[in-house]
């Protein structure tokens, strides 16, 4: 069955949609990529419902306060993990503490941007604009990039995403946000300052970032929305388990097929099936970006064997941080291909990854790893 807050997600991947995302990721916002129907890839089945737990529904879920009594140990780690942290609200101290006081001059335009804090909240600035725009949230964990929005009321009564040109970096600078360099470096006023979504566009923004988002006509109810990536986002029927812990009756992950779970995962890091075949290749660069629509062209996916099991949980905990040890995926490889893999490498003095997986820099000071294993040129 196709809820209408399913239809709502599903109908931003129109025709129109890769266009715009061409365009933002050669620039570098991250725009939707989800296909107009939910399929299994290649077969034209729709998936079950269970598969896809939408955050966007009438009763917001159990929250992860409902889940410390029995998993203290997974509430707690997961505090630090990127997946606890994909949103801040603009009044979080945290935010005046990245931004406020941090400066900027583009070389080129001569445009100045600096952010301030004033009245408890924290406010972008430029040359460019009279009136400065206030952060209300900040998208990011702050592993790759942070970037504020200002969420304004469009003409059509809706709301909309001001996505800030200004991005805060791992370095403790602020600099371009990705992509916007090349979109905006020579505009003036509004556009010169922050890049504007639609009414859909910045749902699903929201989509991909929270727990849950209320279902609302065009505008935004970002007052009880739950954000960050959390508990009850991944692990469905919920409510029930908490009532009743002792059945154990909530969805395993290891009931689901290796595809089911990685288009799980691919409902906000993209499913292969969000892209045409002409767009699944290895010289579309811009793919690195998107993990799990990657990991499924791979010969270690397709030619599993049922008793070792390759899906993201091969090398990623989702309640934690990624390793960054490359010796720590070595073993993961190791636990497949041993010594009668025609690769003369070995897997205590040669980082598997450094070949097989290498990151690839797809704007200044942001890289990604190219989740399509292979062996390359
Ligand atoms: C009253 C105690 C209790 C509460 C509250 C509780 N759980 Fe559980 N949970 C359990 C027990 C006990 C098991 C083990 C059941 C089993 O293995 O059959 C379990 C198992 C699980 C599993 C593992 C299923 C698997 O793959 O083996 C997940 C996931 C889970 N709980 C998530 C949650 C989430 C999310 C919440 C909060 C929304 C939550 N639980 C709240 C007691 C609880
Ligand atoms: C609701 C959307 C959503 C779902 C579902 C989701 N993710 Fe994510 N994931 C994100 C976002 C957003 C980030 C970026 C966090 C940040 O800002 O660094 C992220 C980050 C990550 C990272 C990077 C962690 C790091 O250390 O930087 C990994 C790995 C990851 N996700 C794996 C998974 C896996 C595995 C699943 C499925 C079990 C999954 N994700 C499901 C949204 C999602
Ligand atoms: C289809 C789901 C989806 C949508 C829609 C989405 N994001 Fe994300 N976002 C992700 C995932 C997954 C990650 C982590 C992997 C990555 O960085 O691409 C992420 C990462 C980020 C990051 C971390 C920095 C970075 O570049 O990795 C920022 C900032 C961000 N998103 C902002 C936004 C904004 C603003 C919008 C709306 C214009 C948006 N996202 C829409 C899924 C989504
Ligand atoms: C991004 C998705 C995601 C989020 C968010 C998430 N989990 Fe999980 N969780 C998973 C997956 C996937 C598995 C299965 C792991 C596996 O198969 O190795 C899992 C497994 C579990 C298990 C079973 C034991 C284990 O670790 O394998 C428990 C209990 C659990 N999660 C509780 C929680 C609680 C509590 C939260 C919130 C604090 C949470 N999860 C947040 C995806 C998630
Ligand atoms: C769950 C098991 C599994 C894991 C884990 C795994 N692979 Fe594979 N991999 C396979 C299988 C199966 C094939 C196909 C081999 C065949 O058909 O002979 C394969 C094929 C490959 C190929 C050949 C690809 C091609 O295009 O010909 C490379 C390279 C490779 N794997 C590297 C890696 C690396 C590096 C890692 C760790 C980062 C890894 N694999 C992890 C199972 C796995
Ligand atoms: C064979 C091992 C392997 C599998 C399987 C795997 N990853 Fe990764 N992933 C990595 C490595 C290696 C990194 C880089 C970690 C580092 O150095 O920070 C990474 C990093 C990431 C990141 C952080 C951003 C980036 O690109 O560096 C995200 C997001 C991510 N993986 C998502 C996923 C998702 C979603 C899946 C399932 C579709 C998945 N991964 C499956 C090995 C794997
Ligand atoms: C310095 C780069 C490099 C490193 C490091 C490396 N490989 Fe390779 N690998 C290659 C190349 C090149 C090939 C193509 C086959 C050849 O000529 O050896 C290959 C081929 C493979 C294949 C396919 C073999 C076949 O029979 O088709 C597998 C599987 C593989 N590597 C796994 C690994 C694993 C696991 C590691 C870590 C222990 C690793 N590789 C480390 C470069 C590398």
Redesign the pocket.
Known sequence: MCSDSRMRYAEVGTGRRWRQYAVAASGL??????AALILVPGSGVPLPDHVFPLNSAQEAPVSEENCVACHENHVVRFETAPHHNTLLAGDDPLVAELLSGKTFTDTVSGAEFQYVQRNESVWLESSRRSSPLRVDWV???GH????P?TVVENPGGGSS?L?HVM?WYPDDVIQWT?GQIEERRDLAGIDGVAQP?TAQ?SR??F???TTWLPETDDRLDLARTIPNVTCTRCHTQAEAHVAHAENGDIQRWSDLTPLESVNRCGQ???RADHFTADELVTSNELLV?FASASLVQTSCFVNQQPESRFDCMTCHDPHERASANPFFYNQRCSGCHQSESSCSFSATTDECISCHMPKVQIHEG?K?TDHWIRIRE
């Open positions: 916002s991250i725009m939707m990529v989800c998208f990011g964990s790759h990039a942070r970037t929005v995403v996505q991005s990705l979504h566009e699903s923004c989509l991909c970032h906000c890091h993209r970006r942001l990604f």
